[in-house]
């Protein structure tokens, strides 16, 4: 073999059980293919969740009767001995080992693969193998195990990638790690709920992937990263880091297959909604349509996924956009036009304030806001505004940096400093709340007023200063508002 890349295709079971690659790009099957995992390689790190998720796929792909399942890329480079050194596809590769010796208790080389003595590898081969190992000893049919064992030797498929050259084949991986690290969480949610579209048909589908693309891909991230997956750790009194694709699960929500009462109400509820808003009635009878979602409530997998994230990013961009005569829920808020000045943009601290700000809005009109709000909603609306205002914004006038530990601890009200006033969930209050009546009620409770000696957020701007009729310093709300106590220091010399 000279140094050129040779690109094949290998079915499990002919690379695991029987040492060869199925065929290369002129259909000839390369032999004596020993697999050897190198000392450079990263350690083995998948754990039982996602050993159980790649059976959880192999067993959908068969049972829809798929002839053949791709499951990936491995990049092999081959050495003067003669070895195949894994440079990707290790995790997947060792799991596949695991799986056929639990379900086909073939003989399989590479299982005797010696593996650096590393707390991830020693803890995640066994804790994996044990745990499936549990799982298919309960199919207790022998001709499903068969059945199951022959689909994955010999319908799951990886495609090989060779070169004798490491540093090709550390560039390939480069190359393709370079454009995986472009893969989103919500790029993966695409292809998990795309997959659950079975009975859309293709025109459809092509409608709904054309719809997904034009959105701003950059601000879609944000809004599954920063707000929703946020917002629903927060209700639940959880904190929340980031997304990612070890906890994307919070948004593959109930399939078609899920036919517990759990499941039904929800599936119920949306289809209620749905079936009614695409029936006269609200045309007949003048009443809005029914959203079908709630952030707080389950996804329905599949196409209706779609039109959750364009329900939400359009939500978002209207909030955050104040003009006058755009959008039906944030306009020409005088709150919002000092927070949008640059000097409350910038930074660390005000952008993570910020965020905990829009998106208790975002939960408060997801919750109590029709599409088309009422003067009587927009009247709610701005009271709340001017609460979630407060409240974000106490945290940041408390502290002179803000991270988003600092953040956290705030929204869990767990500052451990009795000084700090306003540190409660407020998501959670809101979800608690059955009407806005009674969450204005609640917070009017909860929330105090702040004291000049309490803030150590340095501000350039005086109390007082304006520019084109909007307030320089946000501390000028908190005193039109009711919510500034004076101390014994005097305004001037704090701010």
Known sequence: MDNRLILGISKIGDLLLHNKISRNEDGVPIEDVHLS?????????????????????????????????????????????????????????????????????EKIDFISEKLSNNTF?????????????????????????????????????????????????????????????????????KAYHLRE?????????????????????????????????????????????????????????????????????????????????????????????ISPFQINAPIIAGASFFEYAKHYFDILADIQNNDKYEGYFINDNEIVKTLDLREYKNGVGNHITRLMFDSAILLYVDRFCPAKPSKVDTEYLEQFVIFAFIWAYSMRAQYQNVGWLVAQNYIMGTTNKEEIVNDFNIFKIIVDSDSPQLLLSKLTDFLEPLKLSQVHHKIKEPLGAKKDNVFLNYLDHFKQHKFMEKSNEQENTTT
């Open 197 to 289: 579209m079975r009975s859309v048909s293709v025109m459809e589908t092509e409608e709904i992937v054309k719809t997904w693309e034009e959105m701003n891909q950059k601000r879609l991230a944000v809004l599954f990263n920063d707000y929703l997956y946020r917002l629903k750790e927060w209700v639940k009194g959880n904190r929340a880091d980031e997304l990612t694709e070890h906890n994307i699960d919070i948004f593959k929500g109930v399939t078609s297959r899920d036919n517990h009462p759990y499941a039904q109400y929800y599936k119920g509820a949306f289809a209620y909604a749905n079936e009614l808003n695409h029936s006269h009635v609200p045309f007949v009878t003048g009443i809005q349509e």
């Open 37 to 105: 995992i190198p000392e450079y390689q990263r350690p083995y790190k998948w754990s039982a969740k996602n050993a159980n998720q790649l059976l959880d796929d192999i067993e959908e792909a068969k049972n829809d009767n798929k002839e053949v399942y791709r499951v990936g890329t491995l990049i092999l480079h081959k050495d003067d001995s003669g070895r195949y050194n894994i440079v990707d596809g290790q995790q997947r590769t060792i799991t596949f080992s695991l799986i056929l010796k639990c379900l086909c208790e």
């Open 121 to 189: 590898n020693l803890h995640n081969v066994l804790n994996n193998f044990l745990s499936l190992k549990r799982r298919i000893e309960r199919l207790s049919d022998e001709k499903e195990k068969m059945d199951l064992c022959d689909y994955i030797e010999n319908h799951c498929e990886l495609i090989v990638v060779i070169t004798k050259d490491l540093s090709e084949a550390f560039q390939f991986f480069d190359s393709q790690n370079a454009r995986g690290k472009a893969l989103y969480p919500h790029d993966l949610l």
